[in-house]
């Protein structure tokens, strides 16, 4: 009980466009309602929980605004200024492959220029970031009614994941000219492409770096994104504080109450 309920926080966007669909969401929502009412009863415990509990147009409602509520505020915090450069979990710095040519450069006395790549490479990743909410709520309303199967009894990062199978590709599609352009307008391909140029000059260097970044920081971008979804989903999930509107603090707090 406990998990399905938990569950419901992150299942939101399930109002499929067909009637049958719709129908078939409902008759789920319905049939837990009448699973935690039974269990209630059962337990001997008050049915003030019961007559108090939300319909199910008011779940489904509540669980659409869970699920917008954390892709948005992921997409919003990483497409502010600094949203990924001073977050340490989500920064990016020189690709793996690039870092010894990093510690290189450093040593020769090119600080300024490494520095000026690291943060040209979050400011890209920043501005790409801004493109990401249209492409998950687009997901939001294509979920089936396996999708939410999944999700309602899935891991802590069911939707996280669902994300991951289903937007990766847009994301990517979405975010690598904006990357791109981003790169060049606040100079990051060229200060990447000096710094990758000047240590291939290097005499003795044997493997050379790829001075194109834009790959890199749009895969590194997504992966910030999904990360920061990840940690909204589990907030939602255990947090009633994080459920910011009458309805959700409605829902979770009887999902609340039938725990006790």
Known sequence: MKKIY????????VFVSNT??????????SGLKKKVTTQTTDSKTTSSTTANSPSTLE????????????TGKSSDKLSAV??????AEVKILFPPEAQKAERTLRSLGLNKLCDNVILSLNRAAESAAKEAKPIFIDAIKQ?????VTNILLGSQDAATQYFKRTTTLQLSAKFKPVVQANLDK???TKFYSQAATQYNRVPLVMNKINPDISDYVTQKAIEGLFLEIAKEELNIRQNIGARSTPLMQKVFGFAQGIKK
């Open 6 to 13: 938990l569950g419901i926080a992150l299942l939101s966007a």
């Open 20 to 29: 049958a669909s719709a129908q078939s969401f409902n008759d789920i929502l």
């Open 59 to 70: 779940i489904g409602d509540a669980l659409k605004q869970a699920l917008t509520q954390g």
């Open 82 to 87: 600094d949203g990924f450069f001073k977050d």
């Open 143 to 147: 979920m089936t009614l396996q999708d």
């Open 186 to 188: 606040v100079g990051a």
